[in-house]
């Protein structure tokens, strides 16, 4: 029997099941090494910025590369006749080359990611399982009482319990997304609240990610249960 396990080396099938929600991580193109690619032998780089998974497209068509997004595949140049060539890791964050490369490929046709982005997950949902409200206030001395801290932290602690299909576990097992800032985007899209329940959770800090639990004998889904913690004003 087939695992879900990572590294899954069956071919991407043509269609994805439809999404109902996606989880997206962040990207920050302050620094180096996740912004540029190379068009028809120019150099392209992406706006500084921290940018969620979903903004990269028109984060490149901002720069002036054609790309759109859909279901966790990207496409890249569309319409176009350049070569294409990633001279840094934004080809792995767009699902289209692992590695930096040097060599050009001819795009007679659009790029399109040969795997779910680990950036911009398909969902088929998630569920807010349960969430409460911690918070504490803390008095620090260090050790040699040479001064006092008061520290003061407050966050919503939320468990979200994600079902996804295999593919998009395969983007998850990369690690992107299961640590730092992410967002679980579902159907509302305005940020969950006392008074908005049923929203999306953005801009959360993963705190732990449980093991995948698959779902029925052949496996083909799996539920994955993240604790995250949310910001307070």
């Not at 046709?109 to 680990?118: E, Y």
């Not at 050790?143 to 994600?162: E, F, H, K, N, P």
């Not at 295999?166 to 679980?184: N, Y």
Request: hydrophobic share 45%; net charge neutral.
């Amino acid at each position: 029997m087939k695992t879900l396990t990572q590294g899954t080396t069956d071919a991407l099938p043509t269609t994805l099941p439809p999404a109902g929600a996606h989880l997206y991580g962040y990207v920050d193109t302050t620094i180096a090494g996740w912004r540029s690619l190379e068009w028809d032998l120019v150099l392209y780089t992406l706006a500084a910025g921290n940018y969620r998974g979903d903004a990269l497209a028109a984060a490149l068509v901002s720069a002036g590369v054609p790309a759109s997004l859909s279901n966790g595949l990207f496409s890249v140049g569309a319409g176009s006749n350049f070569a294409i060539s990633y001279v840094d890791r934004l080809g792995y964050l767009l699902g289209l080359a692992r590695m930096a490369s040097t060599r050009g490929t001819p795009a007679a046709n659009p790029h399109i990611s040969t795997r779910i982005s680990p950036v911009a997950i398909p969902l088929a949902g998630f569920v807010v399982r349960s969430h409460e409200v911690r918070a504490e206030d803390e008095v620090i001395t260090d050790r040699l009482q040479r001064d006092i801290g008061y520290v003061y932290g407050a966050a919503r602690v939320l468990t979200i319990t994600a079902t996804m299909h295999r593919w998009s576990l395969d983007a998850l097992l990369e690690g992107w997304c299961m640590t730092g800032r992410v967002a679980f985007v579902g159907p509302n899209a305005t940020g969950i609240s006392s008074s908005n329940p049923e929203g999306s959770a953005l801009g959360v800090r993963i705190l732990s990610v449980s093991a995948p639990k698959p779902i029925g004998a052949a496996q083909l889904w799996a539920e994955v249960s993240f604790v995250v913690a949310m910001e307070e004003p």
